[in-house]
Nanobody, 121 residues
């Protein structure tokens, strides 16, 4: 009933930029927090950035000052602007949303399918 679709990943040279997008669609009543996680080969999935419905943001130390998370509540979409990319940023990036479905009472977490970001040096 809910689908989160990421886009914007790809191959970029070190020092370059990418902007990821993730749109949530379906029978959505309300979206709470949204965020981005990433997982590099042989590494556990880690939090990159989160944003509340009111716009408050948090970032992993490794991306502070380089990445910016934002959202468009009207479109149920979260973005991740990634600047000054380095090889350490290479990973599959997943978006997540805590939301409530229409005619449902509880909040649930949903995940996108992931988009590959590869930074070449």
């Amino acid at each position: 009933q809910v689908q989160l679709v990421e886009s914007g990943g790809g191959l970029v040279e070190a020092g370059g930029s990418l902007r990821l997008s993730c749109a949530a669609s379906g029978s959505i009543f309300s979206v709470n927090g949204m965020g981005w996680y990433r997982q590099a080969p042989g590494t556990q999935r880690e939090l990159v950035a989160t944003i509340t419905s009111a716009g408050s943001t948090n970032y992993a130390d490794s991306v502070k000052g380089r990445f910016t998370i934002s959202r468009d509540n009207a479109k149920n979409t979260v973005y991740l602007q990634m600047n000054n990319l380095g090889a350490e940023d290479t990973a599959v990036y997943y978006c997540t949303a805590n939301l409530r479905l229409t005619q449902q009472l509880r909040w649930r977490n949903f995940w996108g399918q992931g988009t590959q970001v590869t930074v070449s040096s």
